[in-house]
């Protein structure tokens, strides 16, 4: 039984390990559609393909090769973002790129174009990647980059693993002094204000998220916590952390249970969000090691079970910066019905890059984490209403129940991904649920 990381809809798949690239050939073997898959921290039916096969890539993980001089590295495609944070940071290098998790693999980070805090910036994974290879359908290994077989490198950034199986990539990584940020704290009284502050403000950072109070009304909509930051030259460590500019993983506390349904509700999360706000008073300067500021959940292992058997969606809406009324439609809607988000943040996009099915947008996103209650699905819909309405999408790897001409109408290079893709996989043996769902491939009568 899989499912995404929200635990929505699980379905049987047969699942399949190879351990090397040489083993991906009988992996496919036979009759049926597959779909690869790496850790699993993709949100919804991405990764799932019912009935069918999914190739669990996690055992191809081995790093291959890397240049000190130009800081990239090549690995297979089932090494995870921790393991590069492991091996590569205590020798002065980092992720150009990070999602909100460093447990996902590489080849999950292109196949969904992942970004994070600094996209405002640089923009998304797929912009580091300097090549990489595909296996696809046909079982045909190709050697892609933005001069090498460019359409289907763009097609796979962001592509949702419907182009093939990537084997290993070459990614360059960025240089840095220490494994610490230096980060400023801002309270914002409410949207007006954090959107303001983040659209003056953010360029002097290399990263920035605010986290925002969903439950929040009136005057008030909005009211965030501003936290952006730049990573630490060795000389702004204070002399107690001089010792150890590159710190390691902390120790993990786990979740042993599921949640019952009642714990998160909107009087639990409301108190959360007082005593979050209430903490977090404005200062600056303060230094945090890289753990605590890119992966706070990551410190709770199996930290989606706070959500109940029922499980979650995490929401991901993108709007331009042009609309930002979407921004507030929502966050009333939200405010209204009392579906009050745990962990919700926002954040300012930059520019995007020529992937077919990457998500980001100039403007900025919204992420909210929804317990999968009574209505759920119709009040998504809901809220895909009032992105199209404002020019909006949303994300692939959050998606768990979009319907196939919303998702269309938010993507309109989608026409030319499927050209790409049908041409690389004729007799449609990729599939997921997500890409049946979406009409992403081609559904057999």
């Not at 790093?63 to 995870?80: I, N, Q």
């Not at 019952?260 to 979050?276: D, H, Q, T, W, Y």
Request: glycine share 10%; aromatic share 10%.
């Amino acid at each position: 039984m899989l499912s995404g990381w929200g635990r929505m809809s699980p379905a049987e798949c047969e699942v399949v390990r190879p351990a090397a690239p040489s083993h991906l050939s009988d992996a496919t073997a036979g009759t049926g559609t597959w779909i690869a898959r790496g850790l699993g921290r993709s949100y919804g039916d991405q990764a799932v393909n019912a009935g069918n096969r999914v190739l669990d890539l996690t055992q191809m993980n081995c790093m291959l090769g890397f240049d000190a001089g130009t800081g990239v590295v090549e690995c297979e495609a089932g090494v995870s973002l921790e393991a590069l944070i492991d091996t590569f940071l205590p020798r002065g290098y980092f992720l150009p790129v990070t999602p909100g998790t460093k447990y996902a693999t590489v080849g999950g980070a292109i196949a969904n174009d992942v970004h994070g805090k600094n996209h405002h910036a640089v923009g998304s994974f797929g912009n580091f990647v300097e090549s990489f290879r595909l296996m696809t359908a046909e079982g045909n290994l190709l050697d892609c980059a933005p001069d090498q077989n460019s359409e289907v490198f763009w097609a796979t950034v962001g592509g949702s693993g419907l182009t093939g199986a990537i084997v290993s990539a070459r990614v360059r990584l960025q240089p840095v002094e220490t494994g610490y940020v230096t980060v400023d704290y801002e309270r914002c009284k409410n949207l007006d204000d954090v959107l303001a502050r983040a659209h003056d403000g953010d360029d002097r950072y290399q990263y920035s998220v605010a986290w925002i109070d969903c439950l929040a009304k009136g005057g008030s909509l909005g009211r965030s916590v501003l936290m952006r930051g730049n990573h630490t030259p060795l000389s702004g460590l204070p002399t107690a952390l001089s010792g150890n500019p590159y710190p390691g993983t902390a120790r993990r506390m786990a979740i042993p249970f599921d949640f019952p349904g009642f714990v998160l509700n909107a009087a639990s999360i409301k108190a959360f969000n007082e005593v979050f706000y209430l903490r977090h008073h404005t200062r600056q300067g303060v230094v945090t090691d890289w753990n605590t500021y890119f992966y706070p959940l990551d410190q709770i292992k199996k930290w989606n079970r706070m959500y109940g058997k029922r499980g979650f969606a995490q929401y991901q809406a993108t709007f331009p910066e042009e609309s930002v009324n979407g921004i507030v439609r929502l966050l009333e809607r939200l405010s209204a019905t009392r579906r009050a988000s745990f962990l919700a943040v926002i954040k300012r996009m930059g520019s995007p890059n020529a992937g077919l099915l990457s998500h980001p947008i100039e403007g900025y996103t919204l992420n909210l984490d929804l317990p999968n209650r009574s209505g759920l699905v119709d009040f998504l819909h809901e809220l895909d209403r009032i992105l199209l309405d404002h020019g909006g999408r949303l994300y692939l790897a959050k998606d768990v129940c979009a319907k196939a001409e919303t998702f269309a109408e938010m993507y309109p290079r989608l026409g030319e991904f499927r050209a790409v893709r049908n041409r690389l996989d004729p007799n449609n043996r990729l599939a997921s649920n997500q890409a049946r769902r979406l009409k992403l491939v081609e559904v057999p009568a």
